[in-house]
């Protein structure tokens, strides 16, 4: 399997970074990741903005410019020929002798296969527990995932999928999707502010949007009572429904119309843009 290290495609097992990389001594660093279907990158534009976005936020400077970038990822994903899988770019804090002063940064991009998620979590909706957290620099996709990956053994242990981060009442997000519900009214309602705008949240926003009435606003817990449905997305979720978060059980515990209807409308609507788009 080939990798991208800095400016050359090269066999994995040769992408290393230094022992004094900010990513290893501090977690500093940034990524993005995005799935291919047919062996074509989905939204891949839009991963790209955020990836340099991304980068630009925390004052890293990628080896390779955008256009650079893209033409190796797809020489990349040429030359691997995984079906099933995604690409991950990663862009290091880089070696740093003080070890806290950013260096000169690192690009890997790993082209990785994806283990397709249980056809239940699509068909019968998932479980969430709540957790009140503020992410650190919340719209930059940084590599930072630690609470997530520490509560683990808790979000297994009650039966859940992920965490559903909230502060001071507002709810936010989960460790790796973006949070939706629907009121009473058929309204769609996410959050809008503190949050890593997903790249499918946007394209499933774009959609609901030629249906529903949607709010990006504030979102409060108490609202959660009232909701008669809720659901999720994600680069691997799409559109997954939720039936339960803590011990609140979301409308009648099944995967209501709203979100049946996305989830149709999003898979219709990646054939339609896979169809039309320029890479």
């Known amino acids: 399997m080939k990798y991208i290290f800095n400016e050359q495609i ?3 097992e040769k992408a290393l970074i230094h022992v004094s990389d900010l990513t290893l001594l501090r977690a500093y660093g940034v990524f993005d990741f995005f799935r291919l279907v047919n062996l074509q990158p989905l939204f891949f534009n839009d991963h790209l903005d955020r990836f340099f976005n991304s980068a630009q936020s925390l004052r890293l400077k990628c080896p390779l410019d955008r256009d650079k970038l893209k033409s190796m990822i797809l020489e990349l994903i040429s030359t691997n020929q995984i079906q099933n899988s995604g690409i991950r ?3 290091t804090g880089g070696e740093s002798h003080s070890g ?5 940064p690192t690009l890997i991009v790993i082209n990785e296969p994806i283990n397709p998620l249980p056809k239940s979590h699509f068909s019968k909706g ?3 527990i709540c957790y009140e957290y503020l992410r650190d620099i919340p719209e930059v996709k940084t590599i930072n995932y630690l609470m997530g990956i520490y509560k683990m053994p808790e979000i297994q242990a009650k039966g859940a999928l992920d965490l559903l981060y909230h502060w001071n009442s507002k709810i936010s997000e989960l460790t790796r999707s973006n949070f939706f519900i629907v009121d009473q009214d058929d309204k769609i309602i996410t959050p809008g502010n503190g949050i890593l705008k ?15 009435e949607v709010e990006e606003r504030d979102l409060f817990m108490k609202e959660l009572v009232n909701a008669k449905e809720a659901f999720i997305t994600g ?9 339960q978060i803590d011990d609140l059980i979301i409308g009648n515990g099944k995967p209501g119309p709203v979100t049946i209807e996305l989830q149709t409308m999003f898979e219709k609507y990646v054939v339609e843009f896979l169809g039309s788009v320029q890479i």
């Open 89 to 91: 770019i990663i862009l």
């Open 235 to 243: 680069t691997t979720k799409k559109v997954m429904p939720v039936f």
């Open 126 to 128: 998932v479980k969430l």
């Open 198 to 212: 997903g790249v499918n949240r946007k394209h499933v926003l774009h959609i609901a949007k030629t249906k529903y």
């Open 10 to 12: 090269i066999d994995h």
């Open 100 to 104: 806290y002063s950013i260096g000169k």
